[in-house]
């Protein structure tokens, strides 16, 4: 019996939501966020749900939002119309002595 826990938390862990970055090719002239919010609707059921899971829209350089997703939402958002890639959110850190300050790259 001791097994089963084990066995069900790699389960429970792969069904868990992570940020994940959404680029889409929008329709000309839609509006960004429309857009984005009618994508993601799309996969979780509601435009409400959409709203609630969006935790940003990119509408400069890129045309896209983040969102927690869980890995099954992910496939299903990979197969939308318009959508160009779904990939992880990652945070990269400067390491070493004064890392981050200016100083660093002689900019000051």
């Known amino acids: 019996m001791a097994a089963e826990p084990e066995q069900a938390a790699p389960a429970a862990a792969a069904q868990e939501?992570?940020?994940?970055?959404?680029?889409?090719?929008?329709?000309?002239?839609?509006?960004?966020?429309?857009?984005?919010?009618?994508?993601?609707a799309a996969v979780l059921g509601s435009e409400e749900k959409a709203k609630e899971a969006v935790l940003y829209h990119y509408k400069q350089a890129a045309s896209g939002f983040s969102a927690k997703l869980t890995p099954q939402q992910?496939?299903?958002?990979?197969?939308?119309?318009?959508?160009?890639?779904?990939?992880?959110?990652?945070?990269y850190h400067l390491h070493g002595p004064g890392a981050g300050t200016t100083s660093t790259v002689g900019l000051v």
């Open 17 to 40: 939501a992570a940020v994940h970055i959404v680029y889409v090719t929008r329709p000309e002239g839609a509006d960004p966020e429309e857009f984005h919010i009618r994508t993601l």
């Open 74 to 91: 992910v496939e299903e958002l990979k197969k939308q119309p318009g959508v160009l890639q779904v990939v992880p959110s990652q945070t």
